[in-house]
Protein backbone atom coordinates (compact mmCIF):
# COMPACT_ATOMS: atom_id res chain seq x y z
CA UNK A 1 0.00 0.00 0.00
CA UNK A 2 1.34 3.49 -1.11
CA UNK A 3 2.21 6.04 1.41
CA UNK A 4 0.02 8.38 -1.27
CA UNK A 5 -2.72 6.08 -0.62
CA UNK A 6 -2.69 5.69 2.69
CA UNK A 7 -2.84 9.39 3.19
CA UNK A 8 -5.68 9.65 0.83
CA UNK A 9 -7.36 7.09 2.87
CA UNK A 10 -6.79 8.95 6.00
CA UNK A 11 -8.20 12.05 4.63
CA UNK A 12 -11.01 10.78 3.04
CA UNK A 13 -12.34 9.66 7.00
CA UNK A 14 -11.71 13.08 8.62
CA UNK A 15 -13.78 14.37 6.23
CA UNK A 16 -16.90 11.72 6.41
CA UNK A 17 -17.17 13.78 9.79
CA UNK A 18 -17.48 17.51 8.13
CA UNK A 19 -20.71 18.82 8.79
CA UNK A 20 -23.06 21.31 7.90
CA UNK A 21 -21.86 24.13 10.83
CA UNK A 22 -23.93 26.42 12.41
CA UNK A 23 -23.25 30.23 11.05
CA UNK A 24 -25.42 31.85 12.94
CA UNK A 25 -28.34 31.21 10.78
CA UNK A 26 -29.98 27.87 11.28
CA UNK A 27 -28.94 24.87 8.49
CA UNK A 28 -30.45 22.50 6.49
CA UNK A 29 -30.53 19.84 9.10
CA UNK A 30 -29.25 15.84 7.77
CA UNK A 31 -30.87 14.43 5.50
CA UNK A 32 -32.76 17.92 4.28
CA UNK A 33 -30.06 19.25 2.82
CA UNK A 34 -29.99 19.12 -0.61
CA UNK A 35 -28.08 21.69 -2.99
CA UNK A 36 -31.00 22.34 -4.65
CA UNK A 37 -31.39 25.43 -7.36
CA UNK A 38 -32.70 28.06 -4.71
CA UNK A 39 -28.78 27.67 -3.83
CA UNK A 40 -25.50 29.98 -4.18
CA UNK A 41 -22.41 28.49 -3.73
CA UNK A 42 -19.10 29.96 -3.39
CA UNK A 43 -15.82 28.75 -3.24
CA UNK A 44 -14.06 30.31 -0.68
CA UNK A 45 -9.80 30.40 -0.65
CA UNK A 46 -7.67 29.80 2.68
CA UNK A 47 -6.01 32.90 4.18
CA UNK A 48 -5.85 32.88 7.66
CA UNK A 49 -9.19 30.51 7.98
CA UNK A 50 -9.75 27.02 6.29
CA UNK A 51 -11.27 27.25 2.64
CA UNK A 52 -14.35 25.74 1.64
CA UNK A 53 -17.64 25.76 0.23
CA UNK A 54 -20.10 28.37 1.45
CA UNK A 55 -23.85 27.30 0.83
CA UNK A 56 -26.02 30.53 0.63
CA UNK A 57 -29.54 31.59 0.30
CA UNK A 58 -30.84 32.10 -3.38
CA UNK A 59 -32.85 34.90 -1.77
CA UNK A 60 -31.22 36.64 1.09
CA UNK A 61 -27.65 35.20 0.33
CA UNK A 62 -27.16 33.95 4.04
CA UNK A 63 -25.86 31.02 5.46
CA UNK A 64 -27.34 28.17 5.31
CA UNK A 65 -23.96 25.38 6.12
CA UNK A 66 -20.49 25.38 5.13
CA UNK A 67 -17.78 22.43 4.19
CA UNK A 68 -14.23 23.30 5.04
CA UNK A 69 -11.57 21.71 2.70
CA UNK A 70 -8.32 22.73 4.71
CA UNK A 71 -5.98 25.09 2.80
CA UNK A 72 -6.78 23.15 -0.38
CA UNK A 73 -9.29 25.71 -2.28
CA UNK A 74 -12.42 23.47 -4.01
CA UNK A 75 -12.22 25.74 -7.47
CA UNK A 76 -15.00 23.58 -9.10
CA UNK A 77 -17.90 22.01 -7.95
CA UNK A 78 -20.04 19.34 -10.23
CA UNK A 79 -22.82 17.34 -9.17
CA UNK A 80 -24.76 13.68 -10.03
CA UNK A 81 -27.54 13.10 -11.75
CA UNK A 82 -30.10 13.15 -9.23
CA UNK A 83 -28.73 16.15 -7.74
CA UNK A 84 -28.20 14.06 -4.24
CA UNK A 85 -24.42 14.14 -4.63
CA UNK A 86 -21.87 16.61 -5.41
CA UNK A 87 -18.09 16.36 -6.36
CA UNK A 88 -15.64 18.54 -5.72
CA UNK A 89 -11.40 18.54 -6.18
CA UNK A 90 -9.14 20.11 -3.77
CA UNK A 91 -5.06 20.29 -2.86
CA UNK A 92 -4.49 17.31 0.00
CA UNK A 93 -0.70 18.21 0.49
CA UNK A 94 1.33 20.20 -1.45
CA UNK A 95 0.89 19.20 -5.62
CA UNK A 96 -1.42 16.55 -4.53
CA UNK A 97 -5.14 16.14 -5.77
CA UNK A 98 -7.99 14.50 -4.55
CA UNK A 99 -11.77 13.93 -5.91
CA UNK A 100 -14.37 14.43 -3.36
CA UNK A 101 -17.99 12.39 -3.56
CA UNK A 102 -20.09 14.49 -0.95
CA UNK A 103 -23.35 13.30 0.02
CA UNK A 104 -25.41 16.76 -0.67
CA UNK A 105 -27.69 16.05 2.10
CA UNK A 106 -25.31 15.33 5.01
CA UNK A 107 -22.16 17.83 3.38
CA UNK A 108 -20.51 14.07 4.20
CA UNK A 109 -17.39 13.00 2.14
CA UNK A 110 -18.05 9.59 0.89
CA UNK A 111 -15.57 8.73 -1.46
CA UNK A 112 -12.28 10.16 -2.79
CA UNK A 113 -9.54 9.35 -5.21
CA UNK A 114 -6.23 11.32 -6.31
CA UNK A 115 -6.29 12.76 -9.28
CA UNK A 116 -3.95 15.45 -11.45
CA UNK A 117 -4.93 18.33 -11.20
CA UNK A 118 -7.10 21.28 -9.06
CA UNK A 119 -10.12 21.34 -11.88
CA UNK A 120 -12.98 19.49 -12.87
CA UNK A 121 -16.37 19.63 -15.33
CA UNK A 122 -19.22 17.46 -15.69
CA UNK A 123 -23.36 17.91 -15.78
CA UNK A 124 -26.16 16.34 -14.57
CA UNK A 125 -26.94 14.58 -17.78
CA UNK A 126 -23.41 12.96 -18.91
CA UNK A 127 -22.49 9.81 -17.03
CA UNK A 128 -18.82 11.38 -16.30
CA UNK A 129 -16.37 13.43 -15.11
CA UNK A 130 -13.90 15.17 -16.95
CA UNK A 131 -10.37 15.28 -14.69
CA UNK A 132 -7.69 17.75 -16.10
CA UNK A 133 -3.94 16.80 -15.98
CA UNK A 134 -1.33 19.22 -16.01
CA UNK A 135 -0.98 18.68 -19.90
CA UNK A 136 -4.01 16.35 -20.71
CA UNK A 137 -7.41 14.79 -19.55
CA UNK A 138 -8.95 11.84 -18.24
CA UNK A 139 -11.89 10.83 -18.31
CA UNK A 140 -13.67 9.47 -14.80
CA UNK A 141 -16.97 7.44 -14.47
CA UNK A 142 -19.50 9.23 -12.26
CA UNK A 143 -21.02 5.86 -10.51
CA UNK A 144 -17.67 3.48 -9.71
CA UNK A 145 -15.31 7.12 -9.82
CA UNK A 146 -12.64 4.70 -12.09
CA UNK A 147 -10.91 6.23 -15.01
CA UNK A 148 -12.08 5.16 -18.80
CA UNK A 149 -10.00 6.67 -20.49
CA UNK A 150 -7.18 9.30 -20.67
CA UNK A 151 -4.42 11.21 -22.36
CA UNK A 152 -1.71 12.99 -20.06
CA UNK A 153 -0.56 14.48 -23.82
CA UNK A 154 -3.20 15.90 -24.94
CA UNK A 155 -1.87 19.63 -23.98
CA UNK A 156 -2.60 22.24 -21.40
CA UNK A 157 -6.07 22.61 -20.90
CA UNK A 158 -8.07 24.95 -18.72
CA UNK A 159 -11.50 27.02 -18.58
CA UNK A 160 -13.33 23.98 -19.94
CA UNK A 161 -17.19 24.36 -21.12
CA UNK A 162 -19.45 21.38 -21.17
CA UNK A 163 -23.21 22.76 -22.49
CA UNK A 164 -26.25 20.62 -21.60
CA UNK A 165 -27.48 20.53 -25.71
CA UNK A 166 -24.26 18.70 -26.31
CA UNK A 167 -22.07 15.86 -25.79
CA UNK A 168 -19.26 17.51 -26.13
CA UNK A 169 -16.58 19.71 -24.18
CA UNK A 170 -14.74 22.83 -25.27
CA UNK A 171 -11.72 24.10 -23.52
CA UNK A 172 -9.10 26.33 -23.97
CA UNK A 173 -6.09 24.58 -25.01
CA UNK A 174 -2.31 25.48 -25.44
CA UNK A 175 0.45 23.39 -26.70
CA UNK A 176 4.19 23.73 -26.08
CA UNK A 177 3.00 27.09 -24.12
CA UNK A 178 1.19 27.98 -26.92
CA UNK A 179 -2.25 29.10 -26.90
CA UNK A 180 -3.70 27.28 -30.39
CA UNK A 181 -7.40 28.33 -29.21
CA UNK A 182 -10.68 26.70 -28.45
CA UNK A 183 -10.72 22.87 -29.02
CA UNK A 184 -14.13 20.89 -29.05
CA UNK A 185 -13.46 16.99 -27.18
CA UNK A 186 -16.14 14.44 -28.38
CA UNK A 187 -17.73 12.19 -25.42
CA UNK A 188 -18.73 9.36 -27.84
CA UNK A 189 -15.21 8.82 -29.26
CA UNK A 190 -12.98 10.69 -26.80
CA UNK A 191 -11.17 12.60 -29.09
CA UNK A 192 -10.51 16.53 -29.78
CA UNK A 193 -12.52 17.20 -33.25
CA UNK A 194 -11.50 20.75 -34.03
CA UNK A 195 -9.60 23.81 -32.59
CA UNK A 196 -10.48 27.26 -33.25
CA UNK A 197 -7.73 29.64 -33.17
CA UNK A 198 -8.74 33.25 -32.31
CA UNK A 199 -6.34 34.98 -34.22
CA UNK A 200 -3.02 34.05 -36.39
CA UNK A 201 -0.17 32.35 -35.12
CA UNK A 202 2.19 34.90 -34.22
CA UNK A 203 -0.30 37.11 -32.14
CA UNK A 204 -1.43 34.02 -30.32
CA UNK A 205 1.92 33.14 -29.43
CA UNK A 206 1.74 36.39 -26.74
CA UNK A 207 -2.12 35.10 -25.56
CA UNK A 208 -2.99 34.36 -22.23
CA UNK A 209 -6.57 32.57 -21.81
CA UNK A 210 -8.51 34.13 -18.94
CA UNK A 211 -12.08 32.40 -19.45
CA UNK A 212 -14.08 30.68 -21.68
CA UNK A 213 -18.17 30.29 -21.55
CA UNK A 214 -20.30 28.50 -24.50
CA UNK A 215 -23.42 29.67 -24.62
CA UNK A 216 -26.51 27.00 -23.33
CA UNK A 217 -28.06 26.19 -26.76
CA UNK A 218 -24.33 25.62 -28.68
CA UNK A 219 -24.06 27.90 -30.89
CA UNK A 220 -21.53 30.45 -29.39
CA UNK A 221 -18.16 30.34 -27.23
CA UNK A 222 -17.09 33.24 -25.97
CA UNK A 223 -13.34 33.57 -24.99
CA UNK A 224 -11.58 36.05 -22.60
CA UNK A 225 -7.50 36.29 -23.30
CA UNK A 226 -5.00 38.21 -22.22
CA UNK A 227 -2.30 39.98 -25.19
CA UNK A 228 0.89 40.64 -23.04
CA UNK A 229 2.04 42.51 -26.01
CA UNK A 230 3.12 46.18 -25.45
CA UNK A 231 3.38 47.64 -22.25
CA UNK A 232 0.69 47.00 -20.16
CA UNK A 233 -1.15 44.70 -22.62
CA UNK A 234 -4.73 44.06 -23.56
CA UNK A 235 -7.84 41.64 -22.63
CA UNK A 236 -10.27 40.52 -25.67
CA UNK A 237 -13.66 39.17 -25.52
CA UNK A 238 -13.81 36.95 -28.69
CA UNK A 239 -17.54 35.65 -29.87
CA UNK A 240 -16.70 32.27 -31.74
CA UNK A 241 -19.38 31.08 -33.84
CA UNK A 242 -18.90 26.73 -33.72
CA UNK A 243 -21.39 26.18 -36.46
CA UNK A 244 -19.11 28.09 -38.33
CA UNK A 245 -15.62 27.27 -36.73
CA UNK A 246 -14.99 31.24 -36.60
CA UNK A 247 -14.60 34.46 -34.50
CA UNK A 248 -17.33 36.94 -35.50
CA UNK A 249 -16.47 39.34 -33.05
CA UNK A 250 -13.78 40.90 -30.78
CA UNK A 251 -14.08 43.57 -28.10
CA UNK A 252 -11.87 45.47 -25.24
CA UNK A 253 -12.38 44.60 -21.84
CA UNK A 254 -10.80 44.47 -18.35
CA UNK A 255 -8.07 42.85 -18.00
CA UNK A 256 -8.50 39.33 -17.06
CA UNK A 257 -12.09 39.30 -17.54
CA UNK A 258 -14.69 36.47 -16.62
CA UNK A 259 -17.91 35.63 -18.17
CA UNK A 260 -21.25 34.60 -17.52
CA UNK A 261 -24.18 33.43 -20.26
CA UNK A 262 -27.76 34.02 -19.48
CA UNK A 263 -29.66 30.55 -19.40
CA UNK A 264 -31.14 31.94 -22.86
CA UNK A 265 -28.01 32.30 -24.46
CA UNK A 266 -28.97 35.34 -25.29
CA UNK A 267 -26.36 37.75 -23.12
CA UNK A 268 -22.83 37.36 -21.70
CA UNK A 269 -21.79 39.41 -18.77
CA UNK A 270 -17.92 40.49 -18.63
CA UNK A 271 -16.43 41.71 -14.95
CA UNK A 272 -13.32 43.33 -14.49
CA UNK A 273 -11.28 42.11 -12.14
CA UNK A 274 -8.58 44.53 -12.95
CA UNK A 275 -6.00 42.02 -13.63
CA UNK A 276 -6.60 39.87 -10.47
CA UNK A 277 -3.21 39.79 -8.54
CA UNK A 278 -1.58 41.83 -11.32
CA UNK A 279 -3.58 44.83 -10.32
CA UNK A 280 -4.07 46.15 -13.91
CA UNK A 281 -6.07 49.21 -14.51
CA UNK A 282 -9.69 49.29 -13.77
CA UNK A 283 -12.76 50.16 -15.22
CA UNK A 284 -15.02 49.77 -12.21
CA UNK A 285 -17.74 48.48 -14.70
CA UNK A 286 -19.70 45.02 -15.41
CA UNK A 287 -20.07 45.01 -19.51
CA UNK A 288 -22.81 43.11 -21.15
CA UNK A 289 -22.48 41.58 -25.02
CA UNK A 290 -25.87 41.11 -26.44
CA UNK A 291 -25.74 38.19 -29.13
CA UNK A 292 -28.15 39.58 -31.40
CA UNK A 293 -27.27 42.56 -31.89
CA UNK A 294 -23.59 41.90 -31.47
CA UNK A 295 -23.04 44.92 -29.35
CA UNK A 296 -21.41 45.34 -26.26
CA UNK A 297 -22.21 48.07 -23.41
CA UNK A 298 -22.22 48.85 -19.76
CA UNK A 299 -24.46 46.40 -17.64
CA UNK A 300 -23.63 48.24 -14.63
CA UNK A 301 -20.77 50.61 -13.31
CA UNK A 302 -20.12 49.44 -9.55
CA UNK A 303 -19.19 53.08 -8.19
CA UNK A 304 -22.88 54.16 -9.25
CA UNK A 305 -24.60 51.12 -6.49
CA UNK A 306 -24.17 53.60 -3.31
CA UNK A 307 -21.62 51.71 -1.57
CA UNK A 308 -18.93 52.87 -0.13
CA UNK A 309 -15.26 52.66 -0.97
CA UNK A 310 -12.96 53.69 -4.07
CA UNK A 311 -11.70 50.67 -5.21
CA UNK A 312 -14.20 48.67 -7.30
CA UNK A 313 -13.19 45.25 -8.79
CA UNK A 314 -15.70 42.78 -10.13
CA UNK A 315 -14.16 39.30 -10.10
CA UNK A 316 -16.51 36.51 -10.92
CA UNK A 317 -20.08 36.21 -12.26
CA UNK A 318 -22.90 33.45 -12.11
CA UNK A 319 -26.53 34.17 -13.52
CA UNK A 320 -29.51 32.45 -12.42
CA UNK A 321 -31.46 29.68 -13.86
CA UNK A 322 -34.15 31.77 -14.89
CA UNK A 323 -31.78 34.85 -15.81
CA UNK A 324 -33.34 37.30 -13.46
CA UNK A 325 -30.12 37.73 -10.81
CA UNK A 326 -27.07 37.94 -11.02
CA UNK A 327 -24.56 37.18 -8.68
CA UNK A 328 -21.14 39.25 -8.63
CA UNK A 329 -18.10 38.59 -6.27
CA UNK A 330 -16.13 41.97 -5.98
CA UNK A 331 -13.19 42.77 -4.31
CA UNK A 332 -11.17 46.30 -3.23
CA UNK A 333 -13.05 48.31 -0.41
CA UNK A 334 -16.60 47.92 -0.91
CA UNK A 335 -18.36 48.28 1.97
CA UNK A 336 -21.97 48.96 3.03
CA UNK A 337 -22.73 51.76 4.75
CA UNK A 338 -22.16 50.90 7.77
CA UNK A 339 -18.39 49.85 6.95
CA UNK A 340 -19.00 46.38 6.81
CA UNK A 341 -17.10 45.08 3.92
CA UNK A 342 -19.22 43.22 0.54
CA UNK A 343 -17.28 40.14 -1.47
CA UNK A 344 -20.61 38.95 -2.96
CA UNK A 345 -23.45 40.76 -4.64
CA UNK A 346 -26.81 39.77 -5.93
CA UNK A 347 -28.16 42.38 -8.69
CA UNK A 348 -31.46 42.29 -10.45
CA UNK A 349 -31.11 42.15 -13.86
CA UNK A 350 -34.15 43.97 -14.49
CA UNK A 351 -34.02 47.02 -12.09
CA UNK A 352 -29.76 46.94 -11.82
CA UNK A 353 -30.35 46.99 -8.60
CA UNK A 354 -28.49 45.00 -5.34
CA UNK A 355 -31.02 43.06 -3.87
CA UNK A 356 -28.67 41.07 -1.19
CA UNK A 357 -25.05 41.15 0.06
CA UNK A 358 -22.88 38.44 1.29
CA UNK A 359 -19.67 39.13 3.12
CA UNK A 360 -16.62 36.93 4.15
CA UNK A 361 -15.96 35.96 7.57
CA UNK A 362 -13.49 37.96 9.95
CA UNK A 363 -10.83 35.23 11.59
CA UNK A 364 -9.81 35.50 14.75
CA UNK A 365 -7.77 38.82 14.55
CA UNK A 366 -11.11 40.84 12.88
CA UNK A 367 -9.41 40.75 9.76
CA UNK A 368 -10.94 39.17 6.58
CA UNK A 369 -8.25 37.34 4.60
CA UNK A 370 -10.45 35.07 2.47
CA UNK A 371 -11.68 35.72 -1.11
CA UNK A 372 -14.17 34.19 -3.22
CA UNK A 373 -12.53 32.21 -6.08
CA UNK A 374 -15.87 30.66 -7.97
CA UNK A 375 -19.47 31.15 -7.78
CA UNK A 376 -21.94 27.96 -8.59
CA UNK A 377 -25.83 27.48 -8.54
CA UNK A 378 -26.91 24.76 -6.51
CA UNK A 379 -28.24 21.70 -8.72
CA UNK A 380 -31.53 21.66 -10.76
CA UNK A 381 -32.01 18.47 -13.04
CA UNK A 382 -33.28 20.51 -15.69
CA UNK A 383 -30.82 23.26 -15.65
CA UNK A 384 -30.16 25.00 -18.74
Given at each position: ?S???????L??I?????????Q????????S????????????????????????DY??????G??????????????????????????????????????????????????????????T?I?????????????L??????????????????H???????S????????D???????????S????????????T?????M?P?????S??????????F?????SG??S?F??????????????????????V?P???????????????????T????????????I?V?????????Q??VF????????????????S??????R???EP??L?K?????????????L????????????????L??S????
Open positions: MIRYIEILLTGFLFAKCKDGVDPYGPGFIPDSQLVVVSLDGGSNNAGLVFLQSLAILSLETGQGVPFTLEYGSDCTKMYSVWETSSNNFALFEIEAASLSVLRSLPVHHAFIVGNKPYLLAFYPSGLEIDKSSLTSVWGDPQLGTLSAALPLSQSCYFNRSVASYVGVSRFDLSFSITRTIPLSDNRMKSQAALAVPDGKYAFVSANWTGGYNLVVDLDADSVIGEYSTGAFAQLASDSRYVYVTDPAGFFYQMNRNQVLRYDVETKQDFIDLRDLGFGSVSNYAQVSYDGNELFLVDGDIRMDGIHLISITTRNVTATYSPRDNQGSVTQQIRAISGCKNQI
